[in-house]
């Protein structure tokens, strides 16, 4: 099985900061690597698939960068409704696995 | 609208059973892998269970094998999520999700791309 590794596991940030966050595999996944933001108390949203492709709807302060066994997701200015948990997972194995998630709360 | 809409969980004993359901809308349900995902209370998410468009293949995480099955009604645009010897372990929100497939470069690539609000299982005597 993948393993996918997520640092950090929290992270305290103000509006208007540019924040990374990071997601190591456990075995190279090429570009199968997507991000998802979830809430309290609500479904997971994807934000980005492929490693880099902006899910429709998703604002541009999102990116995502990486191939093989290292991946970011960075926020280039944070707002408000950014402060949620982030997640990575992959698509290569028929059996998807997510990183443990990384919160992202307010300083 | 896209929708999925889960229902089916509840309070149940250990070594109980429940079947989850999942209402497809908005697209064409069988054209499309789906997959259970869950959450225990305060944790990250875990992905139990995966069925092929067709119904004709399906996968499951260690943690769950032998003891749920997955399986879908194209007929009803419906899945389901059969659980059996229910253990302390598998109370979480069980969210199903839709694996959109996304074309980029020269390659395909896949995603959950919609998911349902979630339905609680809690597994306590």
């Known amino acids: 099985d993948i393993q996918m590794t997520q640092s950090p596991s929290s992270l305290s940030a103000s509006v208007g900061d540019r924040v990374t966050i990071t997601c190591r595999a456990s075995q190279s996944i090429s570009s199968y690597l997507n991000w998802y933001q979830q809430k309290p108390g609500k479904a997971p949203k994807l934000l980005i698939y492929a490693a880099s492709s902006l899910q429709s709807g998703v604002p541009s302060r999102f990116s995502g960068s990486g191939s093989g066994t290292d991946f970011t997701l960075t926020i280039s200015s944070l707002q408000p409704e950014d402060f949620a948990t982030y997640y990575c997972q992959q698509s290569y194995s028929t059996l998807p696995s997510f990183g443990q998630g990384t919160k992202l709360e307010i300083k | 609208e896209v929708q999925l809409v889960e229902s089916g969980g509840g309070l149940v004993q250990p070594g109980g059973s429940l079947r989850l359901s999942c209402a497809a809308s908005g697209f064409t349900f069988s054209s499309y892998a789906m997959s259970w995902v869950r959450q225990a209370p305060g944790k990250g998410l875990e992905w139990v269970s995966a069925?092929?468009?067709?119904?004709?293949?399906?996968y499951y995480a260690d943690s769950v094998k032998g003891r749920f099955t997955i399986s879908r009604d194209n007929s009803k645009n419906t899945l389901y999520l059969q659980m059996n010897s229910l253990r302390a372990e598998d109370t979480a929100v069980y969210y199903c999700?839709?694996?959109?497939?996304?074309?980029?470069?020269?390659?395909?690539?896949?995603?959950?791309?919609?998911w349902g609000q979630g339905t609680m299982v809690t597994v306590s005597s």
């Open positions: 999700a839709k694996w959109g497939v996304y074309y980029y470069g020269s390659g395909s690539y896949e995603a959950f791309d919609i």
């Open positions: 069925i092929s468009g067709s119904g004709g293949s399906t």
